[in-house]
């Protein structure tokens, strides 16, 4: 059996993740122009933000401080979100995959949690229920990414379809235009 220490780590490391998951939501509903994706990212974050105080209060039941704070890499990630919004002009497919990403990165850290084999029943019971939070997180957010990469998929082959079709009339066009008036039209 793990110490308490040792789970109040893993559930303080756990905790300062969703924290970053929480503030990315934050910033990322804040910067995105697709209303309805705004608002799913403000409904993640208050739900990433009732994960953390359930982690936070099995921290404080072990006996441990829970942790109150991001990471230095979710700063990190943060700040590499500010520069890539700032060139990318606040993009919605950008800030759609930056936020799958961190999902991915979340769903990871998590994982890695629950195949623990040392952790009492308390801490795995609350690293559970915040798994539940992330790993339907992490699925929307794929499934949205995705449904927005096929969506534009479809989207540049109809505007191939159009331009090749006007490509097609304007050659038309101009062999009519050029065209004797003494020549077949065959």
Request: net charge negative.
């Amino acid at each position: 059996m793990t110490t308490r220490n040792s789970e109040t780590t893993t559930l303080n490391t756990l905790i300062a993740t969703l924290l970053d998951s929480v503030d990315g939501y934050t910033k990322s509903a804040q910067d995105i122009r697709d209303k309805n994706l705004g608002e799913r990212f403000n409904a993640r974050a208050r739900e990433r933000q009732a994960a953390v105080a359930d982690l936070q209060a099995c921290v404080a039941r072990l006996g441990g401080n829970p942790e109150d704070d991001g990471t230095i890499s979710g700063s990190a990630h943060r700040a590499f979100l500010n520069l890539k919004q700032a060139v990318a002009g606040n993009d919605d497919t950008a800030i759609l995959n930056e936020v799958e990403r961190g999902e991915d990165y979340l769903k990871e850290k998590f994982e890695a949690a629950l195949q623990m084999d040392d952790l009492g029943p308390e801490a795995r019971q609350a690293i559970q229920g915040a798994w539940d939070s992330v790993k339907s997180g992490h699925d929307e957010m794929s499934a949205l990414k995705h449904r927005r990469e096929g969506a534009e998929d479809y989207a540049e082959r109809q505007t191939d379809a159009i331009e090749a079709r006007e490509q097609e009339y304007a050659s038309e066009s101009d062999r009519e235009r050029f065209r004797r008036d003494d020549e077949p039209l065959v």
